[in-house]
């Protein structure tokens, strides 16, 4: 070592120990000024929690604090709470543990919507319609749909005695049932409409999305499926890989699905499709909407790009940005966007956000029509840079998936906002079927075609669904009852039909009104040329 220093001269050694002794004074001073900082926030925590006026919550303060400097960031770097972080855990792992039933509260009283498909209570018998009378033998008329969660949700495996009164019947019924793992499904629906028509609504991209995904196109592909419809609309996005992995169901060779880029070169990243399937040469349609974001535009926005099929629907919401959740010790998190993602053409997704107080009303208050946008020249005067689809298209960045064909959905009159806002439709069809469904389920209960070609609403219903609301004290508006009505009788059929067939049920009547859907299945033969 010696030999080596004295290859240098003295200046050249002085200089070099100078600048060790600087660097270590340096991070010795950004240390201090960190520490500083954190002193800073500690003090204001601790003198507000010591002297403010009111008695305040240590956790309350902290909280507040996070948020407070995540506001001036982006709208998607965000503080979760315990209880909010353990509902988005639920979701996205795909399960939690309880007796497996949708229920809503309708006057006090806990109405099961519907047992949820091989879960705990479908097992012993719980039917839609059932009133929840007695929780373990103690009354819960009254009950919160919190203190239901936490009654009826516990470990795997422990038992809850259940009392219902079932109308159709007139008696109560009592019910020993143990608690089980409940999948909360991400594909909602998958069915097929018209004969080959595949029709698959996928409502999130959760941990186990994929794999329902190759699940319900197996079985639309063993019942005669020859085209599809994948249904993205109101779907606020999820896990990243699991939306790759999707893609990659219908996108050959290797290409590119999404790329990554951020402040960091750990988090630059290109994902690109892996694996052959049988479904990448069938005509395909992508249904969107404001409500679809992140996810859901890596999807829509690869699709595009490779011209592998049509989008339509309505512009998305515009969310590009890449987030990293960091759990806390107490269970909370915060998700930090780390880095912004781009289409395999180069096009940012994400919205601007300068004006981050309207960036939601901005959304809500947008206006599109009707339009054949599939050459995009209706964003000719975009000013956002223009890139190019596989086939020459010119697409834009900076706003959101927009689509090749616009189409509005169905707006809704305030009559039928009001009946919609107040669960009128619901509310009616229970009681019809409290009369009826038992009669409806012997007719129909195995076979669905022939509930839908064969059961409406008459007119001597329809009458007695206006005395109905009026009985709500909802004011009665004729002219935009008929203007609705066939949309009214839709609804009514679609929850009569999710009574006894569940989703699959709900979502085969309600696509015959769903106005986006029987817009886009007019798309088809476009979709076929351009995989060819």
Not at 29 to 55: G, W
Request: proline residues 2%.
């Amino acid at each position: 070592m010696k030999k080596n220093l004295l290859k240098y001269s003295p200046a050249v050694i002085i200089t070099l120990l100078l600048g060790i002794y600087i660097g270590l004074q340096l991070n010795r001073f950004l240390t201090t000024r960190q520490n500083l900082q954190i002193k800073k926030l500690e003090n204001v925590l601790r003198y507000t929690e010591s002297f403010y006026i009111d008695t305040l919550k240590r956790e309350k303060l902290v909280e507040d604090a996070i948020e407070g400097m995540f506001s001036n960031l982006d709208p998607h770097t965000v503080y979760i709470s315990p209880q909010e972080q353990q509902v988005s855990e639920e979701e996205f792992r795909g399960n939690f543990e309880g007796i497996g039933i949708e229920f809503q509260i309708i006057k006090d009283t806990v109405v099961v919507v519907s047992p949820i498909t091989g879960g705990p209570s479908e097992l012993v018998g719980i039917l839609s319609g059932d009133r929840i009378i007695k929780i373990n033998g103690k009354s819960c008329i009254g009950f919160t749909n919190e203190q239901v969660i936490k009654s009826l949700r516990g470990k795997k495996g422990t038992k809850v005695e259940v009392t219902v009164y079932r109308p159709s019947v007139g008696k109560q019924i009592n019910f020993s049932i143990v608690r089980d793992t409940i999948n909360i499904y991400s594909v909602n629906a998958s069915l097929i409409y018209n004969k080959d028509i595949g029709y698959i609504s996928l409502n999130r991209f959760a941990e186990t999305s994929t794999k329902e995904m190759i699940d319900a196109l197996k079985k639309l592909y063993s019942s005669g499926m020859k085209k599809l419809v994948l249904d993205l609309r109101n779907n606020p996005g999820g896990y990243l890989e699991q939306a790759v992995q999707i893609a990659d169901l219908f996108i050959d060779d290797k290409k590119l699905i999404v790329y990554t880029k951020g402040r960091l070169d750990e988090f630059n990243e290109e994902y690109r499709a892996e694996k052959e399937y049988p479904y990448e040469k069938i005509p395909l349609i992508v249904l969107v909407n404001r409500g679809s974001a992140s996810a859901s535009e890596i999807v829509a926005g690869a699709i595009q790009d490779w011209d592998r099929g049509l989008i339509v629907g309505e512009t998305t919401f515009g969310k590009g940005l890449v987030q990293r959740q960091i759990v806390l010790p107490d269970n909370s998190a915060v998700r930090i966007t780390i880095a912004k993602y781009y289409t395999p053409s180069g096009r940012a997704i994400q919205r601007s956000y300068k004006d981050k107080k309207n960036y939601y009303k901005e959304l809500y208050e947008r206006v599109e029509f009707d339009s054949n946008n599939v050459d995009h020249s209706l964003e000719k005067n975009n000013s956002k840079e223009i890139y190019k689809t596989k086939n020459g298209r010119k697409v834009h960045a900076g706003n959101g998936i927009t689509p090749d064909y616009i189409v509005e959905n169905y707006k809704d009159s305030e009559f039928s906002i009001e009946l919609r806002k107040n669960n009128l439709y619901y509310l009616y069809v229970r009681k019809y079927m409290d009369k009826k469904g038992e009669v409806l389920r012997q007719i129909y209960k195995h076979d669905m075609q022939k509930f839908i070609r064969e059961f409406n609403f008459s007119e001597d219903d329809m009458k007695t669904f206006i005395d109905f609301v009026k009985e709500q004290k909802i004011k009665f508006n004729y002219d935009d009852y008929l203007k609705d009505k066939e949309i009214t009788k839709t609804r009514l059929k679609a929850f009569v039909a999710r009574d006894i067939y569940r989703d699959e049920g709900w979502y085969s009547v309600i696509l015959m009104s769903d106005r986006q859907f029987q817009k886009a299945i007019q798309h088809f033969k476009e979709a076929e040329e351009m995989i060819r």
